[in-house]
């Protein structure tokens, strides 16, 4: 997802000028998977809390703290800044009812929160939430809100319920042991979608789309992403993680072989099957699902896994050109030496 502390798609939606990260593990030897999320959910949780911590200390306004390390990162500022506004952030409160915010990036989407708590004794109790979320262009915004409103009933789930181990074993087997919240029991949530006019692939996080002249003038560069995306010089960089490096470095061998095979054989499909439509139909269509996916496509490891099969198809027909003119070339010299 993306610690550093340059703009564009990082999850950690702050420009910091001297940032050191230190972490610990703990092997509770208790085999656990993810819910909702694969590792964000922590992540969100410790950042926010932690950057809380640090306003208070200097005794900053948390929206407006939070507002100065943001100039650099536009996507994470705008949904912050909507559900701040939706929220009505700063606007005089009931007494003990406080207010409190967070935002994070998660897998190319950018979300706030803002909740409204009250506090009796003991008793805390949420009251409202406002939600902002931009995940891209919004095909379906109703289906976009059933899933944010959804994370908020696991969240509260997580509150009220626990997940124990008896004798080597979970007692919570099934949710009859694990109650999910009600609607009765839930806040006033209201979801905010996030204007979106930006480009799909997080190479240029920070390109608009303000109409069809600006999709246009962009092909050239979906073409660049789309067939050469991850370049070479990212190809031995360390990853984010582990894995990440490993793709990339196995990346470079088959991209490596596929862009052979297709610079030697594309040419030779070409002059074989230039007659015939269905060639000129799978070729378009393949070229045309690729730099579509560079539009869309939230990362470059995603965007390489999906167009995988579109680039073997291309490079299938080099392969199958260099494989016919191969056999000619056999056949006409056993010609010639029978003659």
């Known amino acids: 997802q993306g610690y550093w502390t ?44 932690f950057m809380e911590e640090v306003a208070a200390a200097a005794g900053r306004d948390p929206l407006e703290f939070r507002r100065a390390l943001m100039q650099k990162h536009p996507k994470h500022l705008a949904v912050l800044n ?14 003990g009812v406080h207010r409190g915010l967070a935002q994070f990036m998660g897998y190319a989407s950018y979300t706030a929160a803002v909740a409204e708590v009250s506090v009796k004794g003991e008793e805390v109790k949420v009251l409202r ?24 009933a696991y969240g509260f789930d997580t509150l ?24 009765r029991q839930l806040p006033r949530i209201e979801t905010v979608m996030a204007p979106y006019r930006g480009a799909g692939s997080t190479l240029d996080a920070d390109e ?16 660049q992403i789309g067939f050469f995306a991850p370049f070479p010089n990212q190809w031995f960089e360390p990853g ?9 470095r196995v990346a470079a061998v088959e ?30 269509f393949c070229f045309l699902i690729v730099v579509t996916d560079a539009y869309a496509i939230p990362n470059v490891g995603t965007l390489y896994r ?16 260099i494989l016919t003119y191969a056999e000619r070339a056999r056949a006409q010299r056993e010609l010639s030496v029978q003659e």
């Open 6 to 49: 340059e703009p564009h798609d990082a999850q950690l939606g702050y420009t910091v000028p001297n940032l050191r990260t230190e972490y610990a593990m703990r092997n509770t030897h208790v085999p656990v998977g993810p819910w909702r999320g694969v590792n964000t959910n922590q992540n969100g949780l410790y950042l926010e809390c």
């Open 82 to 95: 909507a559900a701040a506004d939706k929220a009505g952030w700063g606007k005089p409160l009931p007494a």
């Open 129 to 152: 939430l406002v939600l902002a979320t931009n995940c891209g262009h919004a095909v379906n915004p109703d289906q976009i809100a059933a899933q944010v409103e959804g994370s908020v």
């Open 160 to 183: 009220q319920s626990q997940s124990s181990v008896a004798n080597g074993r979970m007692v919570e087997t099934n949710f009859d042991r694990y109650p999910i919240a009600r609607l």
């Open 208 to 223: 608009s789309f303000a109409n069809a002249v600006d999709v246009i003038r962009y092909i050239p560069r979906a073409v």
């Open 240 to 248: 984010t993680s582990t894995g990440g490096s490993i793709m990339r």
């Open 255 to 284: 991209m490596t072989v596929i862009y052979l095979t297709i610079l030697l054989g594309l040419p030779l499909a070409v002059s074989l099957w230039w007659k015939t439509p269905w060639f000129w139909l799978t070729m378009g």
């Open 306 to 321: 999906l167009r995988y099969g579109f680039l073997m198809t291309i490079a299938g027909f080099g392969l199958a050109a």
